[in-house]
């Protein structure tokens, strides 16, 4: 029987940061005045922890007693985890799939190995649940072999999938070694800082790849980054970019500026669903960005709204067929499904499921495109919002 980690918030310098200072009182044995000063560092401490910050995902632990009838999607995740539970992680240093096709350059070494990245996310989940330590030391293993590898290119595309990576910490931080949390803490704050500088350094307003999808990716890294570490200076630089997008991606109509561009309804889902996980990130910390308001007046809830009757199937679309990108046609004559006929609302069954997450209008357009969530997401977020 797998023995349970018991968390002490108490012992989390990263999450909380009275430890230090409980650490300090105890050493302060020198005199009253060296006491003072440690005891309003632990006030100071306190004051702060009030509003600390909250996980992304919001499942407890599951007790005993509910594991044998937990929900399906949590026993497909457990039983998914447990068959990589002792594998070896095989980070790259580079992954790279934007702009290439099947089978060219690294694409399928970087497909395979972002596989781990959602696989640390699972095994998180996993152990949220179960408080099983192999899957701690799963997450523990990976993390550290990625974060010590990895390279940042900051082309989001080919790193979008680390919000697998960030997840993973997110829900374990307080329980890793301190050296895999030290080695991620800075790994992350190179990667979000990084994107931060390569957008600011763009005249305004922004063009090409800093208005379209690519953006929309980037803001999702920097916002889960930012929630995730609680930096204060760097959520702000997120919500200012996160807005400064809606207006430059969104038309007040709530259509995108990627569905004028590739006319394809498969660009719209890849423009919105980064934008409603950085969102996702905001509202675990009370912050709803749902209805935030860019200058021209568009809305992230205008966008959802607009492709709703498609999702529906009330409107349907070619796709592609009007696109002015030639990788676009390059991917239609290679035979990659998608890029021809007519748009499949069930490939939007993610982005509503998540969506439900912030309004619960959306769920049930969600339900009508898939009947149940991805497992990760109905372990990490099991109920929709009202």
Not at 72 to 99: I, M, Y
Request: charged letters at 20%; one cysteine or more.
């Amino acid at each position: 029987m797998a023995r349970k980690v018991r968390m002490d918030p108490l012992r989390d310098s990263t999450r909380n940061p009275i430890r230090p200072f409980l650490q300090t009182t105890r050493q302060a044995r020198c005199g009253p005045q060296r006491l003072a000063v440690a005891l309003a560092l632990v006030c100071a401490a306190f004051a702060g922890a009030a509003h600390a910050a909250m996980n992304f995902c919001a499942a407890p632990a599951l007790q005993s007693s509910e594991r044998t009838n937990a929900d399906p999607g949590v026993k497909a995740l457990v039983a998914e985890v447990l068959a990589h539970v002792n594998d070896v992680p095989h980070p790259l240093p580079r992954l790279h799939t934007e702009g290439t096709l099947p089978h060219e350059g690294i694409y399928d070494q970087s497909v395979e190995a972002a596989k781990e990245l959602d696989l640390m996310r699972n095994a998180a989940l996993a152990w949220r649940a179960t408080s099983d330590e192999r899957f701690l030391k799963l997450v523990d293993r990976f993390l550290l072999a990625w974060v010590t590898t990895y390279k940042p290119t900051f082309n989001p595309i080919d790193e979008t999938r680390f919000e697998g990576l960030i997840l993973a910490y997110d829900m374990t931080a307080s329980a890793l070694p301190v050296k895999t949390r030290n080695a991620t803490m800075q790994f992350l704050n190179t990667f979000a800082n990084g994107y931060i500088a390569q957008i600011d350094a763009q005249p305004r307003p922004l063009k090409g790849n800093f208005a379209n999808n690519w953006q929309s990716h980037r803001v999702k890294l920097i916002a889960m980054v930012a929630f995730t570490l609680d930096n204060r200076k760097m959520i702000a630089t997120a919500q200012r970019l996160f807005i400064e997008h809606i207006g430059d991606n969104i038309a007040p109509d709530g259509s995108t500026r990627d569905f004028t561009e590739r006319d394809a309804l498969h660009y719209v889902t890849y423009d919105l669903q980064p934008l409603v996980t950085a969102a996702l990130a905001a509202r675990r910390h009370n912050r709803n960005w749902l209805p935030e308001r860019a200058a021209n007046g568009a809305t992230l809830a205008a966008a959802l709204d607009w492709f709703t009757p498609y999702a529906l199937g009330q409107k349907t679309h070619e796709e592609f067929a009007h696109s002015s990108v030639p990788f676009d046609a390059q991917r239609r004559e290679a035979g990659l499904p998608g890029y021809t006929g007519q748009w499949d609302p069930k490939n939007a069954a993610e982005l509503f499921h998540l969506a439900a997450r912030l309004d619960g209008r959306f769920t049930p357009i969600a339900l009508k495109l898939a009947s149940a969530p991805p497992a990760w997401l109905a372990v990490c977020l099991p109920l929709p919002a009202r």
